[in-house]
């Protein structure tokens, strides 16, 4: 009787391991692959006609491809802090564009979007770009470890650079270490003033291999024949090439999925492409037509079709949720003269919208947006469905049944069946965070009165801004030229109302 017992409670252990086990399996990896300055018309599954992207088309269709689909703000770290947070970036201080040196701003003690996967078993990565600040103070000996970062706020391990690689510096940093680091070749870095002895852009025009074309502050240190924002010295050995940042970061990503291919996943890679400076690898340049930028976005391609090759090559494809989006919209002449504009050959990145980066109209925000999940979701779906990269934390955590506490993800909501393409509503309204803030619901889109200037007369965008409230109707003004506000007063008063009580969360 004994021994039968002890049979049954072994039996019954087997067999509650392998459940886990196989539950494990049953959950779907998540590749996000979030990129920089990318604009709605830029791809040809959004009808882009003068550039080829085989590989994001194919994904499109795949899966779903949304035609509003959003990012909260018109720059990369207020909407890369509303992807980890699930938080509006005006709801914390700081949240600007930041410099290469400034502190970690998202909350260690707090869910984040990778603490979502994380708390659901998966194992969890970062590579590329960062920009939301690393360690507890400006402060920070590059040289030692630099803590806290991503492995503070969710991930296992991350491989990035500190912020975008205009700014210094133009380092890797691998969990909480710089790769390379010489101890007789301190790194120390100022936004401040200048240090050290290495040439800048302003002193040394004749050393840059790529011209600055704005006053945006490429002019400081020189690094691999690019003026970049702020100072460096020191670092020699390791100081990142432009040319091999993108395979470095695609060789990385391949490397985390062939390793973790046997449990669930979640990993955010982070490309760098569009943004500047675009530096392709040599194989890129020239290839598009469209200067660098249009080469950098054929690189961006290729490198999501090496993804989906290694996902599919182990197997796992299937069972592999895929978003893919961007921080904010396009941008041409970003700082540095690389053939943007003089080449764009008729290529329209803004697709049918004003504005882009920077900006509140809706080229600023409304970003490609596609999902695949083979395995559930129906492939050639097009979702008019009303998303925003905040609520990916709360619909992960539905659906992961992970819980958090109340006064987190204040602004996330749980659209799981608008990401899965059976619901074609989505949010009743998004607020958006660009200079001044604006409300998009249903087909209208109201902009609060605003005292800042008009134009960004340096990168040639429409900010959105006026000293009086406007309102479109997007179904018939995607252009937002024709502001209606003085004749739909009730229907102003409306969205201002959403945005005052938003206001005071």
């Not at 340096?458 to 018939?476: M, P, T």
Request: proline share 5%; charged share 20%; glycine share 10%.
């Amino acid at each position: 009787m004994k021994f039968l017992k002890h049979f049954v409670l072994g039996l019954w252990t087997i067999m509650n391991s392998l459940t886990a086990v196989m539950g494990q399996q049953d959950k779907p990896n998540v590749v996000l692959i979030y990129v920089d300055d990318l604009g709605y018309g830029d791809l040809g599954c959004y009808g882009a006609e003068k550039i080829k992207t085989p590989h994001l088309d194919a994904l499109a269709s795949d899966g779903i491809r949304f035609t509003n689909g959003h990012a909260t703000a018109a720059t990369c770290t207020p909407s890369r802090y509303s992807l980890m947070t699930g938080n509006y970036p005006f709801r914390q201080s700081g949240t600007g564009i930041l410099p290469g040196d400034a502190k970690l701003i998202i909350p260690q003690d707090k869910i984040t979007l990778p603490r979502v996967f994380k708390q659901a078993g998966y194992q969890t990565a970062v590579i590329g770009k960062w920009h939301l600040g690393l360690g507890d103070q400006v402060d920070k000996n590059w040289n030692g470890s630099i803590k806290p970062g991503p492995l503070e706020v969710g991930y296992d391990y991350s491989f990035i650079f500190p912020a975008t690689a205009d700014r210094v510096p133009t380092v890797f940093l691998e969990n909480h270490h710089v790769l390379g680091v010489d101890k007789n070749d301190p790194i120390v870095v100022s936004y401040l003033q200048k240090i050290g002895h290495e040439p800048t852009g302003k002193e040394h025009p004749e050393l840059l291999k790529m011209k600055n074309s704005l006053n945006h502050g490429h002019d400081h240190t020189i690094v691999n024949g690019i003026g970049r924002i702020g100072w460096m010295s020191g670092g020699k050995e390791a100081k990142w090439v432009d040319e091999e940042l993108t395979l470095t970061f695609a060789d990385k990503a391949i490397r985390f999925i062939q390793d973790h291919y046997q449990q669930p996943f979640f990993l955010t890679y982070n490309a760098t492409e569009p943004h500047v400076p675009r530096m392709p690898a040599t194989i890129f340049k020239g290839k598009s037509g469209l200067g660098y930028r249009g080469d950098a976005i054929l690189q961006l391609d290729y490198t999501v079709g090496q993804l989906v090759k290694t996902l599919k090559d182990n197997q796992i494809y299937e069972n592999t949720i895929i978003i893919f989006s961007s921080d904010n919209g396009p941008v041409l002449d970003d700082g540095y003269d690389d053939g943007a504009i003089a080449q764009l050959n008729g290529h329209n990145p803004f697709g049918p919208f004003s504005g882009g980066k920077y900006s509140a109209f809706e080229a600023g925000t409304r970003v490609p947006f596609i999902i695949t999940w083979p395995k559930i979701i129906k492939k050639g779906t097009t979702s008019d469905a009303l998303i925003c990269q905040v609520d990916l934390l709360s619909s992960f955590a539905s659906f992961l049944n992970v819980k958090y506490a109340r006064g987190e993800a204040i602004d996330s909501e749980n659209h799981w069946k608008s990401f899965m393409g059976t619901d074609q509503v989505g949010r009743s309204y998004l607020i958006k965070s660009s200079g001044t803030l604006s409300v998009l619901k249903d087909h209208y889109k109201y902009i609060k009165a605003s005292k800042g200037a008009k134009k960004n007369n340096l990168v040639n965008i429409e900010l959105g801004n006026d000293d009086v409230d406007q309102l479109y109707d997007l179904n018939v003004d995607k252009g937002e030229r024709i502001n209606i506000a003085d004749r739909h007063a009730q229907k102003v008063a409306e969205l201002k109302k959403i945005l005052d009580q938003e206001l005071t969360k």
